[in-house]
Structures are given as C-alpha cells and as structure tokens.
C-alpha cells in the first residue's frame, strides 16, 4: 500500500501524527494510508516556512511569476494522470476532472504568474512631500481544503499568495489527500525555493493548529459554514486575516421567457455535475408557474439520460458521493423531502453500479416542493439534489430568494435584459449569472456573501486578501519644531 506523506521544505515527510486510510469513493477500497502531521511536524512546517518566506519574497516578481508559470505547464502536461488521481479520491467522472478540475487549477498559477510583475504600490503627491504606498506580502499563510475540488483549491489559495511573495504551508480535507501532495512535487520541479509551498495532511485537529499557531498571518478555508465560524473564531487569538469560502443553498430564477433548453442545462449543470458536491449549486430552482410542466417535462427527460457509473469510465457522467456518511446525509434528506409533502419527481434511489458495488451513487433526484420551510428547500445537502418551486411575481420571487443565511451564488434565466440586470441587483449572493450557471474562469472574483464567506478567490479581488499596503510619509521639507 502506498503512503502519502507530509511535504516540507521540497521533502516528503512520514508524519508522525494520527495515520488514517484513504478510500476510493466508487469502489470503497482503501488505495492509500496517510500519514498525519503532529504538532512537532506541523512546528517543522513553519519554520521551513519562514526560511523560505526570506527566499521567496526577497525574490523579484518577475523571477516569481516564472515559477509559477513553469508549475502551470507542468499541471497541464500531467493533466490525464492528475484527473485520474483525482478521480480516485473524489469519486467524480474523469470526463470532469479531465476537462476541469486540474486544467482550472493550471489556469489559475498561469494568470498569477502573469499578474505577479505588475503588483505594485502608488505615489501620492503632498505638495512637496510625498508618500507612497508598498504592495507586502502576509507572511505564512495557511489554506485549508474542503474535499470536492481539491488541486483547484490548493492552486485558487497557493497561486495569488505566492504571486504576492507569500509562503504556503496547504493542508487538504483529509477525506482527499492526494494531489495536494502531487502539486508539491510539481511546484518543486518548476523550480520553487525550499519551503514555499509546504503540505500537511490531517483532519481539523490540523486545521486547528494552523488557526491557533502565532507565526501563520492568514488563514483561507474553504468549508462548511460552521467551520468557517470556528476558524474565524479561532483566528481571531492572533487576529490572522481569513478568507472564507463556504457553503450555500443558491436559487435560479427561470422567468417565463427564458430559453427553455438553456435553462433546463443550466438547472442540471448547477445540480447534478459533481455528483451534486458544488458549493455554487442552484439546488431551490423558481420556476415561473407559467412554464413549470414543459420545464419539469424537458428536465426529467434530459436527467433520465444520464450516464451513472463507474468515475473512471470516460463514459459516465455522475460518479460516487464522497464516502458513507455523506451518502447517508444526502439519503437522508430525500427521506425527509417525501417526509415533509415535497413531490419527488425523479431519482430518489441508490444506484449499484456493476464493477463498483462499494461504491455511493445516488441517482440525480428532482423534487417539487410547495413549502420554502421544507428543510430540503433550506439547507444544503451537497448532493444530486434539486427541488424546484414555482413563483409568480417578480419581487416575491427575489424576496423568497433572498430568505436564506447564505449568499454563495445566485442564477437568473431571461431574455429580458432590464429584467435580468433588475434582478442580479436585488439579490443578495456574492456570483451572479444571467443565463448560465457556475461557470467560474480565474479572471473574475469568486466568493460568498453573508454567511457563505467573507473575502473573495480569483481575478485582481484576491490579491487585496493575500497582501498588504505600507503606507510611507517622505519629507521634502523640514517640519520644524511643532511644540
Ligand atoms: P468541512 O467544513 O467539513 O471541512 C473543510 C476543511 O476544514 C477540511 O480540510 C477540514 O479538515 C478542515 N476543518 C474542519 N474543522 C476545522 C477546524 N475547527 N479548524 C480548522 N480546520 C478545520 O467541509 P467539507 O465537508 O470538506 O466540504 C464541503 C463544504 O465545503 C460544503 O459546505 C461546501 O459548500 C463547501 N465548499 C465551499 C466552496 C466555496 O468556494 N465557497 C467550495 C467548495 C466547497
């Protein structure tokens, strides 16, 4: 059985914390043992982290920018082999993990390299004094990983920190340890310093060593939202700058003019991809009552066709739940969604796969629901889940959609365009789409409002979360004595 170890200053590290086994989803087989960090590993960590903070941000960004630049053409000469990786941790169709999950992850060290040279400060004109301002790095962040898109993750956390001259020590969900590990090795052979990107595996006794240790400037999790509050809480002892990337219950709004098809793939792609396991999904989709048979009609029959199977078939379009206990969540909530008077449409069942009988697949489940208290219209369950509602009138609609903790995403089908930007504007979710759904290039901010998070990934927004401004006053005059 192979070991996945820690990786510290550019070595492979045996953990000497808890060991713990890490299974395929689709077959339930055990593929790898882990090997944690204790607290000793995690302390040799950050100090290879400092010495490697001396190296990198003394560097310039242009030499910086380089590295990264080389890691992202490696990821994407490694593409098939990674998404093969990744597939086996995940549980997700290798179609997916082929087209998006490493690829979007090379994309983002690629935009960062670009980026790193032109990060700079401004000059502000005083009258003869003057000032200005440098751009500086944090010093050691840490990222913490959730399970359902893990290189993406630790390329969206590791690339703007190290473009900003940071350091890195990542430590993925511990249910997914592998290409944190392999993206490592990558950084390393791109030519990264010592230290820079360092990896620690572990499960949120880790996490909680990394939010409670006094050299880690910042924390960036992406997670469920309780776990959000307590690395916020936890972060708040040393007052770390924290980036939150959690959950959420996200509506699409498919008015009565909408595209039909076009709204059909929409509801599917920010439902069923994934196996259901997005933090963006558009899990309540409002149907305009107008529209709501020939929108369910055109739904069921395009679900109906897809292809639940084994994940590592090029073939097959929904893969395996995580592991067990998600499983029984997700099956859980259908339970109660008929519990509670939600029609099901379609789905609802367990799937036996042939060849991957220990695996958890869950047929793409369809609800229609009446009620907005029902707790499967309310909280999110991470699964291949959908329950439409249906609605009347504009404003109610965006009350109803608004009538949620979280405020990841939001989605609106029409082909109106006062209408659509009309609506974008009243609803309160961080990332908007008007006629698609979860499409998420590296160019744009990515990130939740109310309790889905607080700071923002990608585009030019998260270099603001990765560095800090110095402000220098110069004296061109004398100031004479004041008193
Ligand atoms: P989780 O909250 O259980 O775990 C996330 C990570 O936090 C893991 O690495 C875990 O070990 C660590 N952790 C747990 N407790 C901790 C603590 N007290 N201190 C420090 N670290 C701790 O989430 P998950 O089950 O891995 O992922 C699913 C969740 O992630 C869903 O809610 C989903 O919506 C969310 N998510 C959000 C985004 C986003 O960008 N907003 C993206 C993907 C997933």
């Not at 960062?112 to 400060?121: E, F, K, N, R």
């Not at 609800?367 to 499967?376: Q, T, Y």
Request: hydrophobic share 40%; charged share 20%.
């Amino acid at each position: 059985m192979q070991t996945i170890p820690l990786f510290i200053d550019n070595q492979p590290v045996n953990g000497s914390g808890k060991q713990f086994d890490n299974y395929n989803p689709a077959t339930g087989e055990i593929t790898h043992v882990v090997t944690g960090a204790s607290q000793e590993d995690f302390e040799k960590a950050v100090q290879a982290a400092k010495k490697g903070f001396q190296v990198w941000s003394a560097m310039s960004p242009t030499e910086r920018g380089r590295i990264l630049h080389q890691a992202s053409g490696l990821l994407r000469a490694k593409n098939e082999e990674l998404a093969l990786l990744e597939t086996q941790d995940v549980g997700k169709p290798i179609k997916e993990s082929i087209a998006v999950d490493v690829i979007s992850g090379a994309d983002c060290l690629e935009y960062y390299a670009g980026l790193a040279p032109s990060l700079h400060g401004e000059h502000y004109e005083l009258g003869g004094d003057f000032a200005y301002t440098k751009r500086e790095p944090l010093g050691i962040c840490a990222g913490i990983g959730a399970w359902n898109y893990p290189i993406q993750i630790a390329c969206w956390k590791a690339a703007p920190a190290l473009a900003c001259g940071n350091v890195m020590i990542f430590k993925p969900a511990e249910l997914t340890p592998l290409t944190a590990y392999k993206l490592a090795e990558v950084f390393k052979e791109a030519g990264m310093p010592d230290g820079v990107f360092n990896v620690v595996q572990g499960d949120a006794e880790v996490g909680q060593m990394m939010t409670a240790h006094p050299d880690i400037a910042k924390v960036s999790i992406t997670g469920e939202v309780g776990t959000g509050k307590k690395v916020m809480a936890a972060s708040a002892n040393t007052l770390k700058h924290v980036t939150l990337e959690l959950g959420g219950k996200s509506p699409i709004i498919i008015f009565e003019d909408a595209d039909l098809d076009e709204a059909v793939y929409g509801a599917m792609l920010g439902n069923f991809y994934t196996q259901g396991e997005i933090c963006s999904n558009g899990t309540r989709v409002y149907v305009h009552e107008s529209i709501k048979e020939q929108f369910i009609e055109r739904l069921i029959e395009k679900t109906k066709a897809l292809k639940i199977g084994d994940p590592a078939d090029s073939e097959t379009q929904i893969g395996a739940l995580i592991n067990q206990t998600h499983f029984e969540k997700v099956m859980s909530y259908i339970k109660l969604g008929k519990e509670q008077g939600a029609e099901l449409h379609y789905g609802g069942n367990q799937v036996k796969v042939p060849g991957c009988e220990g695996g958890y697949f869950v047929e793409p489940t369809i609800f229609v629901s009446h009620k907005e208290e029902e707790r499967i219209v309310k909280e999110e369950i991470f699964g291949p889940v959908m329950t439409i509602l249906t609605f009347q009138e504009e404003e109610e609609v965006i009350r109803r959609a608004n009538d949620t903790p979280f405020g990841l995403a939001a989605g609106v089908y029409t082909n109106d365009m006062r209408r659509a930007h009309r609506t974008v504007a009243n609803l309160q979710a961080g990332m908007c789409w008007i006629n698609t759904y979860n499409i998420n290039p590296v160019e744009i901010p990515f990130g939740g409002n109310k309790q889905s998070g607080i700071g923002r990934e990608n585009g030019l927004a998260a270099i603001e979360h990765y560095s800090q401004r110095k402000t220098v006053y110069v004296a061109m005059k004398d100031l004479g004595n004041p008193f």
